[in-house]
């Protein structure tokens, strides 16, 4: 997912922003993610909207609410996206639960992510032990990345395990609560110091909490970059076309 991929300028660490399909109009996806990479997103996780979402905030939540009353489906999430490469150059990863990835058919979800240009998955859901016996395989098969969650509760042991499992980059959750969370970055810098210090296979990037260019460049001190969620959906749900929010947005972020 990295391979030739310069981290920014200076050297900054990789931004990874989230935000939600279908969200804040139906057809708003492919403009936000045309927004996101030209205002210096490195990488774009895309969240397929769920009614029972296990790690999202309240915020990330009324946006997947927002997008299923407005219509999205993985069906018309893959129509949007039938051509967003001829757009949309850097990594896009799918951001989902199993649920409505089983009822689609979860071989015809990772085949036709691929066929769309779509870089890897994040399914917080989908256990290490199914993985491995049987989900795994199908993913490698249609040569998706997929990334494997770790929290400070995560013993070494098992960071280690998802770690090799992991492609792309490993997700590292600053805290064990939900999106969106305020948690001082400062608390968490301990726990990324010891990631940092395993010399894992990924690079690491941190998720939860990051909200601003303070919590963005303090959790890069210890980690390859971050990912912000909460903060971006928060302001495209203010009034103004998506291109300004975004720009206003990252610009607060880079700086």
Do not use: W
Request: charged share 20%.
């Amino acid at each position: 997912m990295f391979q030739n991929k310069p981290l920014g300028p200076g050297g900054r660490g990789i931004l990874n922003v989230y935000c939600t399909a279908g969200y804040p109009q139906l057809n708003s996806t492919l403009e936000v993610l045309k927004a996101l990479e030209d205002n210096g997103a490195d990488i774009i996780e895309l969240g397929m909207p769920y009614s029972d979402p296990l790690a999202d905030g309240p915020v990330i939540q009324e946006s997947s609410t927002i997008a299923l009353a407005n219509g999205m489906t993985i069906k018309k999430l893959f129509e949007q996206l039938k051509n967003f490469r001829k757009e949309i150059s850097v990594p896009v990863l799918l951001m989902g639960y199993m649920n409505p990835i089983l009822q689609y058919g979860f071989e015809k979800f990772c085949a036709d992510a691929a066929a769309v240009g779509i870089d890897g998955l994040i399914l917080p859901d989908l256990p290490e032990y199914e993985f491995e016996t049987e989900y795994g395989a199908i993913i490698k098969k249609h040569g998706l990345d997929f990334i494997f969650l770790v929290t400070p509760e995560t013993s070494e042991a098992r960071i280690r395990k998802l770690d090799e499992l992991s492609t792309g980059f490993l997700y590292a959750v600053s805290s064990s609560s939900t999106t969106g969370s305020n948690k001082n970055m400062t608390d968490v810098k301990a726990y990324l110091q010891k990631l940092k210090a395993m010399g894992l296979k990924n690079p690491v990037l941190v998720g939860f909490g990051i909200k601003d260019k303070a919590s963005f460049e303090t959790a890069c001190e210890n980690a390859s970059g971050a990912i912000i969620g909460t903060a971006y959906i928060k302001a495209l749900a203010q009034a103004g076309n998506v291109p300004d929010i975004t720009h206003k947005f990252l610009e607060t972020i880079k700086g």
